[in-house]
């Protein structure tokens, strides 16, 4: 007798247990960051270049070293985080999924 009160337990259990959904998620790419991440990026490459210009103003006027090295590096830093922020726009973006 005691199986079948547990039996009929489960069996209430299992009929208010709510039916789970299943929801179709998006393959994720190796290429995917959070939007805070890829905000971020976006500033410093916006003020990248003021530094940039500053410094090497800066140098010329009072005779720093190392100006155009400086300038130089930080021209190819700027482009190496353009280039992941457009790699990782590309990866995002569902119409270039769709179109795989």
Do not use: C
């Amino acid at each position: 007798m005691a199986t079948k009160k547990s039996s009929e337990v489960k069996q209430k259990v299992y009929k208010k247990a709510p039916s789970k959904k299943v929801v179709e998620q998006e393959p994720k790419s190796i290429f995917s960051i959070s939007n805070s991440a890829y905000d971020v990026i976006k500033k410093i490459v916006a003020i990248l270049p003021l530094f940039t210009a500053l410094y090497v103003a800066l140098a010329n006027i009072w005779g720093w070293g190392f100006g155009e090295q400086i300038d130089a590096t930080i021209t190819a830093i700027i482009a190496f985080l353009n280039g992941l922020l457009g790699v990782f726009m590309l990866a995002s973006s569902k119409v270039y999924r769709n179109s795989k």
